[in-house]
């Protein structure tokens, strides 16, 4: 009976050893992970490509920002708080090369581990691994810190929380979680989310945003004083757990960072010149060629230092509220497109200097071609042909002027667009068939002086065209509260964008948080061409697949005429004292919040 039993199951048993065999190479504990491929970096590591491992740490920076703040928990919906908050005091169980597109090394985790289609993630904590207030980091924090901020946090922690199917402790230093939709990228999402300390916040509401309740974390920096509005110092711990990690040697080296608040870039840049501000970043290139000339500069106690980067553009520009019917037609945002004589502004702001935008993510590999839709690209997006606006499959440009302050053509050809709309002029009056005016308002924030000058322009134009324009400008509180209560019109827009979009890409333009307040999708965008195209993104097995699915996104983005784009910062502008110090090899994300200050150092 033996090898009649063998023979029967021999298949089964071959079969039952591959899923097997399969499962425990794919577990192998990895010493990190890459979107596709392995990563860069060898398991042997010593320090980051771009940074300096011997650099010194001590010294003092101060930086600036306009506006206020209310709340010093960056975690959650409720409140405005300072931007570089996240940044400097928290981590995740893995941490981001700024040198690759999307590769992570182990940082609170000393591994990790996933299933062949990585529908489940496991991670092993470092036993080392400490909170600022020196007590360990468990598994227990680490699962109650992804529910937490998938339940209460702000609205970018909620998605990867609605994809988890379970997570589990299979260790004494060990989680496993296991996702419920494939997608190969939630394994590096759920690997950089930050972890907290549960015990904080026993008792106490973790949402409620109380000025005095700082989320305590694992990072290099703590709150040491603030007071509200006006300033925050934050100090390096000197116990920090990972200051002899490889992915941190070399970085977190001031000893102090203080951020003092202004009322608006004016008064920042005048506190720089005085002296009061160590650091400031400039995105005009006519103010970089000619503000920069004050006695501190003459002196070389000042330097510019311009530094490259390979990351898509972004969006940049002027918003509009598609949720608002007068701006719920394609033609309608054409026309006033086509009255923003961008060379003339571009001109008059910046000498010309600066680049514009041509879509989201132009200046990359994975920009929109020149041209009618080929491909894979033009399989992407031929089912929704029918729906899709004009240019979007043919091919679409930015409209473009003569340059003269008249843009005559231009606004010829937004008369007749917005005649085919149901608007036209009655006596001087831009009017819809029911008599109604179009008239509409950019909000802007007090002191936001340079896009001011350009709304000043733009509704000069408009108004040739019998388009009343109103600048509604209030303070930084109002500002954040109308955001996130999706109350504007028109408003200034910024969206920066990596060299490998993901899942981040449905806070920004998904349908499903399209009316959600606090959401990033400020232009109101509910496409289900919008919705499949970021689907085949994440459902990409191959670098090929996924950047045809990102060229797809960016045309039906663009084509969309969602946001009326201007320059494109195509290199960082940082001016600083001459003691701040910094590397001499870049890493391709350039002079981001992961490079600026944390891999400069202070020296006399």
């Keep these: 009976m033996r090898p009649v039993f063998f023979q029967y199951f021999r298949p089964v048993l071959a079969g039952i050893a591959t899923v097997f065999a399969t499962q425990m190479a794919s577990a192998e504990s990895a010493h990190g992970i890459a979107m596709y491929g392995e990563p860069a970096l060898p398991p042997d590591f010593v320090s980051l490509p771009y940074v300096n491992p011997d650099a010194p740490k001590g010294g003092r920076a101060v930086f600036g920002n306009t506006g206020g703040f209310d709340s010093l928990n960056p975690f959650i919906q409720k409140g405005t708080v300072p931007w570089q908050m996240r940044f400097w005091g928290y981590e995740g169980l893995m941490g981001r090369s700024q040198d690759e597109p999307f590769s992570l090394y182990g940082l609170l ?93 026993d008792g106490k509401s973790f949402a409620e945003g109380k000025l005095q309740d700082i989320p305590i974390g694992t990072g290099a920096y703590v709150v040491e004083d603030y007071e509200a509005g006006r300033f925050v ?12 990690l490889p992915l941190r040697r070399g970085t977190r080296n001031l000893d102090e960072m203080r951020i003092d608040f202004y009322g608006d870039q004016a008064v920042l840049f005048e506190a720089f010149t005085a002296g009061e501000l160590s650091a400031v970043r400039e995105f005009n290139a006519e103010n970089w060629a000619t503000r920069y000339n004050f006695p501190a500069a003459q002196r070389g106690d000042v330097i510019k230092t311009e530094i490259p980067h390979e990351k898509p553009s972004g969006m940049t520009g002027f918003v509009m509220n598609t949720r608002r019917p007068l701006f719920n037609d394609w033609r309608v945002r054409e026309a006033l497109m086509l009255a923003f004589n961008f060379e003339f502004i571009n001109d008059t702001m ?35 042909a029918d729906t ?96 996130a209560e999706l109350d504007f019109d028109v408003t200034p827009f910024r969206r920066a964008l990596s060299l490998s979009p993901g899942n981040e ?65 195509d290199v960082g502008r940082i001016a600083h004292i001459k003691e701040l110090k910094y590397p001499d090899t870049f890493p391709i994300y350039g002079d981001g919040p992961s490079y600026m200050p944390e891999v400069w150092w202070y020296q006399d």
């Design 109 to 201: 985790a000393e591994s990790i581990e996933t299933a062949p289609d990585r529908s489940w993630v496991e991670f092993t904590l470092r036993a080392q691994a400490r909170f600022s207030d020196g007590s360990p980091v468990t598994v227990e924090d680490v699962i109650w810190s992804y529910e937490t901020l998938g339940t209460q946090g702000h609205l970018r922690y909620r998605g990867l929380w609605s994809k988890i199917a379970s997570v589990e402790q299979t260790g004494p230093r060990t989680v496993r979680l296991t996702f419920s939709d494939p997608d190969r990228e939630l394994a590096l999402v759920a690997g950089l989310r930050p972890i907290l300390k549960k015990a904080q916040w």
């Design 233 to 244: 110092t934050y100090i390096r711990n000197p116990d920090y757990w990972a200051k002899d």
């Design 350 to 384: 910046t000498g010309g200097a600066q680049p514009r935008i041509t879509s989201y993510f132009s200046g990359s590999d994975l920009a929109m071609l020149p041209g009618p839709a080929q491909g894979r690209v033009l399989d992407l997006l031929t089912p929704f």
């Design 388 to 483: 899709l606006p004009a240019g979007t499959i043919d091919g679409y440009v930015l409209p473009q002027s003569d340059g003269s302050s008249r843009n005559r053509k231009n606004l010829r050809k937004a008369i007749k667009l917005l005649g085919d709309a149901g608007w036209n002029v009655q006596e001087g009056v831009l009017r819809n068939a029911q008599g109604k005016p179009f008239e509409f308002t950019i909000l802007m924030r007090q002191g936001d002086s340079g896009n001011l000058t350009v709304t000043e322009i733009y509704s000069q134009a408009l108004a040739r065209l019998g388009i009343k324009v109103t600048e509604a400008k209030v303070d930084n509180a109002q500002y954040t509260g109308r955001l």
């Design 505 to 569: 890409q449905r806070l920004y333009w998904g349908g499903d948080v399209a009316d959600t307040p606090g959401t990033r999708n400020l232009m109101g965008i509910d496409e289900p061409a919008v919705d499949a195209m970021i689907d085949a993104m994440l459902d990409s097995d191959t670098r090929e697949d996924f950047v045809a699915a990102t060229r797809a996104l960016d045309r039906v983005l663009t084509a969309g005429r969602y946001v009326i784009p201007i320059w494109s910062f």
